[in-house]
């Protein structure tokens, strides 16, 4: 059998394999048993979604496999993938499943996991699920099964613990907000949380009709919410994805501020309060060298991981660390939640805004980036295209001429068969031919 997970659990298009009902009824089969071999006569999992049309059918399907195996469900409906790690543990679950792909189109789903402690599973724990989906599982006795019972103040329940992450004493009266739901799983709780701490509250994307999730919105399509902005002379603009694990921030002006930005921010203002743990930021290899600088001139570190939030976490979670996240929006404050929460980050970020008095432009302006560049390139199932040798040599040839002055970064995409080929460097005319010469021999190679 193929394997199955990638960065971020199971993923792929709707109804082609492995995103079919039947494969989701064998993971859920499958998650059930492991997640119920403890011998006691109780266990319950947890089920989120988001949007999607597909989400109905994984839902069913999951929860299927999972009675089958005599596990209680409890679904959720549409919520935030940080809601599942918080209830799973808040409702001593053993298990929480989000089916979401994220910031991915409407036709892709995915299935993500999260251990009885609201975090996501180990690679070690998801290699031996799929051995027990290899090996089959034996149902449980008739007498034995599961029942399924749907939860209905899962969000209100959400929209509480994110607000506790405020601080109690303060509001965000006067604040105009623009708020993009990308049409996924927070078109409810982040518009209503907004509204509930004072804020005056704009909402887009909050109109999901099945097909439309970050369909020309959301995170990685913030211009409507930037023209929102404008339009409405908004003080800022908070753009989630899909499941509302990441945000991107719009200033004033609708102005773009990346995740480096952000975590800059927070970074240096938890540091000056003491609250920064081990004077280290968590991000990826993906994040800019200026964000390093920046920290380095404050007396910081930056701890750098492979791509991935669940990355981050894990090494925060060995190192002690409080702070991480990616470029990409995925922001982790582990003194609040499990994993990356967008709307949870953005009110940081508005509380920041009252507390200095400055605008969203200044607080989104900490450091000079470095100039970088990402082109992606598609290959086919079964390609493997970096280990052709016209690739290696173009790859060791840009190397050469970034060193000293800039980096390169290669590397598959965990949740799409794409090659990402990033670099950075001071010259941006050199850094653009070093990506192009890479780019041009991966294309040659995947297109033999």
Request: proline share 4%.
């Amino acid at each position: 059998m193929d394997k199955l997970f990638g960065t971020d659990g199971v993923r792929g298009t709707a109804n082609t394999h492995p995103m079919t009902a039947e494969m989701a009824l064998r993971i859920g089969a499958a998650v059930g048993r492991y997640f119920s071999r403890d011998g006691s006569s109780v266990h319950r999992v947890v089920i989120g979604k988001d949007t999607r049309l597909s989400g109905y059918m994984f839902e069913n399907a999951l929860t299927a496999g999972l009675t089958s195996t005599g596990m209680n469900v409890l679904l959720l409906g549409p919520v935030p993938t940080p809601a599942v790690g918080l209830l799973t543990r808040s409702m001593r679950a053993d298990l929480g499943v989000m089916i979401s792909a994220s910031h991915n189109p409407a036709i892709d789903n995915g299935i993500k996991f999260f251990g009885p402690d609201g975090y996501k599973l180990s690679d070690q724990m998801e290699a031996e699920i799929e051995g027990i989906i290899a090996e089959g599982v034996t149902s449980a006795a008739a007498s034995d099964i599961g029942r399924a019972k749907r939860i209905d103040d899962g969000r209100f329940r959400y929209i509480e613990r994110v607000k506790s992450s405020f601080p109690r004493q303060q509001l965000l009266d006067g604040l105009k907000v623009v708020v993009d739901c990308a049409n996924g799983a927070a078109y409810r709780v982040a518009p209503e949380a907004l509204w509930e701490l004072g804020a005056t509250v704009i909402p887009v994307g909050v109109a999901p009709n099945g097909h439309n999730i970050n369909d020309g919105c959301g995170s990685t399509h913030p211009q409507m919410a930037a023209e929102t902005v404008v339009a409405h002379g908004a003080d800022v603009g908070i753009c989630l994805d899909g499941d509302a694990d990441r945000v991107i921030l719009l200033d004033e002006r609708g102005t773009v501020g990346d995740g480096d930005q952000f975590m800059a921010l927070m970074a240096s203002r938890w540091a000056a309060e003491g609250r920064l743990a081990n004077d280290a930021l968590v991000a990826t290899v993906m994040s800019n060298l200026g964000l390093e600088h920046f920290l380095t001139d404050k007396g910081l570190r930056l701890e750098r991981t492979a791509v991935g939030d669940r990355y981050v976490v894990e090494r925060m979670r060995t190192g002690g660390f409080n702070l991480g996240g990616e470029q990409s929006g995925h922001i982790v404050m582990s003194d609040y939640a499990t994993t990356g929460d967008g709307l949870m980050a953005g009110l940081q970020f508005l509380g920041e805004m009252m507390r200095s008095g400055q605008p969203a432009s200044a607080l989104l302006d900490n450091f000079e980036p470095i100039p970088q560049l990402l082109k992606n390139v598609r290959f086919s199932v079964g390609q493997t295209p970096l280990e052709v040798e016209n690739v290696k040599a173009a790859i060791t040839q840009a190397e050469a001429d970034l060193a000293g002055r800039g980096r390169l970064l290669i590397r598959k995409s965990g949740t799409e068969p794409l090659v990402r080929v990033m670099a950075e460097h001071e010259d941006a005319d050199l850094m653009e031919r070093a990506v192009d010469r890479v780019v041009e021999a991966v294309a040659d190679a995947v297109s033999v």
